[in-house]
Structures are given as C-alpha cells and as structure tokens.
C-alpha cells in the first residue's frame, strides 16, 4: 500500500471539516443576528451582505474558476512561479474594478438619500453604504482563500473566508442595542471584512513565495509572466458568464426582496435561507476539497481516477443531502419559532428552501467537474438560460406573495440548473473516458503491441 495514502485521507478529512466549519460559521452568524437584533435590522443586514457579495463577485467575475484550475495544475506539475504570476495578476484586476465601481455605487446610494423622488427607501439606502464600502475587502479575502486551498493551505483559507468575518459580525450582533444603533455594528463589520483581506493576502504571500524557494530556479517549466495573465484571463472571461447566472440564482431572489418588498420580509427570507444551507452543508467542503484535485488530475491526465472520484462524491452528495432535509422539513415549525414571533408564519419559506438546497446538494460536485474539466462552455450556456430565465418569473413572485415568492423561485431555479449540470457533468465524464481510451490506442500503436 502506498504510504501516503493514510495522510492524503486525514488531509482531505481535515480540509472538509474546515469547510463545514466555515459553513455553520455562517449559519450561526445569522441565527446570532436573528435572536439578538430586531427584525427590520436584520432585513437590512441580509440585503446588504447581499449587495456587497454581488458587488465583489462581479468585480472578479470568473477569476476563482481560474485561481483554482490554474494555480493547482501548476503546483502540481512544480511551476510554482506561474502560480505566483496568476495570483499578482487576478488580484491586481480586481483592484482595478472594484476602486471605480464601488464610489460610483456609493455616489448613486447618497444620491438616492438625497433625491426621494428615486423611490428608494432612504432607511435600506444608508444600510446599504457600509456593505458598498466592505465589498472589496470580501472580493479580496474570497480571492485569496481560494488561492490559499488551491495551494495546499485549508486551514488559512477557512480563516481568511469565514472565521475573522463571521467572528466580528456575531460579536457586534451581542452587543448591548444602543452601541449597535450608535454604529458599533457597523464598525465591527468593516472591520472584520478589513481583517480577513489582510490575513489572507499575506498568507498567500507567505505561502507562495515558500513555494518558489522549495522548487528548483533551473526547472525550465514555468510559464511566462505575459503568457500566463493572457492565459488567466482568457480562462476567467470564459467562466464570467457562469459566474453572473450563479450570482443571479443564488442571490438574486433577496436582493429582489430588498426592492420590493419589506426588510421584514427579507429578514424572514434570509433567516430560512440560511437554516435550509445544512441540507447542502456537505456541498461546499465537497467543492472546495475537489475543486483542485479535478484540476491537478485533468492536468496530470489521471482520467480514470477523475471519473471515480466524481461519481464517489456524487452517491456521497445525494445521501447527506437526503438524510438532512427530511429532519429540516419535519421541524420547520419550531424551527422557525425560535427566532421569533416574527419569523413563525416562515414555514412555507424553510421547507421550499430546504427542497432547493437538496436539489442544489444532490447533484454533487457537478459543476465542479464541469468548470476544472474542460466543460466550460456547456456550463456557461446552462446558467445563461436559467439565468435568464429566472428574473422573469422572479418579480412577478417575489411582488405577489414576498419571501414565498422569493423562495418559489430558489426552488425551481436550482432544479432547472442543478438538472442540466448533472446531464452536462455525465456528458463531459463520457468525454473523458474517450480521450482514456484513445490515448491507449495510440501508446499501443507507438509500441507496436495490439490496440486494446
């Protein structure tokens, strides 16, 4: 037996509880708002976290597809200066985005302050201004923690994505309500998206540059600085268009909540939301464990290993999604109630988000294997035409019946993609078999031994 093959398990075990640990980060972030501050805040606080996310996503529209896949197929080949350029480069592009776009957004939210005749709520505008000012500091530590997995290091990357953050927001969210009506809230906030940038670009850094010295100067293997940024960002423009169909169906129905309906309404909304994210908890640790080792094993032309690995984590997914969304749909109820008496009429919202989560967990790491694998074409047209389809029953639900409209929506919008991307991930396996077989073929051939 390889002796390796014990720590590689333990390691992967460990990067997956990491990540779920990130994930009951979040949810224990909003269950801490929920108990702790009015409804109404709450509402705003949903929204806004929203805005700020679509904010940063938008600015590095593709580059996390491309941090991934890059970055993990040269270390794995032992080019670790062509990692470094790809990094340098998609951050430095980022930047450039989100220094303009963010005061533009903010000169158009104080500009709504100040204009009524804009019809927006004044109230949800000045909410929105700490999140326009936060978003690139959640941009940048996103960046960086996926960075940091790709490379090898899951333990920054957690902290660097959920614990700083998260940690802040609850520890602002206990604090007694005058200090949080007089801006503490705020203030920790900022903070805590400050604090994770800073620890996860310098953990990149440190890490990156421990890389290069470990490698040999004379491998001959890296690729040029030029050749690569043209290389990243030909792979990010293409995942852009998957990227924005994400951002629309994962966060499109709040921020739709946030324009037309009441913060009530959104807190309601977002509370569920995040309860009903433990039916697919296993999904993101799933994601972020195989991301990177789709990508190494697609460069190392490992394609038998790649397609057991996939269907493993498939069976694995649709279990852990089954065996939490039945005791998620059982108790609805009192879980809803203990939030408040103003979240108990959200049943119907937890048990439509619970059935959407399901179906976004158990199709696996589907659209993984797609984005680390070539797929990225079919990916893109399958979030393009849900995307765009979305919107549009969208407003009509979200304005006739609210947070159930909104949750309706979630429900078939991760069917209809989660359907596709599973169609689209066998499609791009049988692919993979077939380059298996042709490559046997031809090192027959060159041998001069039978073709099998």
Known sequence: MNPATPSRRWRSLLEAGLRLGGALAQVLTAIVVARFVSASTAGFFFVGLTVATIVAVLCRAGFDQALTRLVAADLALGRARSAQSTCRALIATFLRRVVWICPLLVAATLASIALP????????????????????????AALAGVALQAAG?????????FFLHNGCVMGAALLPSALREAGAFDIAFLLGCAGAAAFGTLALRSTLRARVSAMPTDAGMDVPDPARKREAHALARENAATVVGNLVLTWGPLSLLG???????AARFGVASRCAQIVSFALPALNFVLAPRFAAMRAMKENAKLRRVFIDSLMLSVALSSAMALPIIAFAGPIMGFFGPEYAASVAVLVLLALAQWANGASGAAVQFLAMTGGEKPLRRIFVLTATLAPLAGVVLVWRDGATGAATLMLGSYLMLNVLCTIGAMRQMRRVAQETSQVGVLRAVKSGAPAP
């Open 153 to 161: 290091r899951p333990v920054l990357s957690v902290c660097s994505l």
């Open 259 to 265: 324009l037309l309906s009441s913060p009530v309404e």
């Open 117 to 140: 005749v804009t019809g927006v709520d004044p109230q949800m505008a000045r909410a929105l201004l700490p999140f326009l000012v936060a978003a690139p500091c959640l941009g940048i």
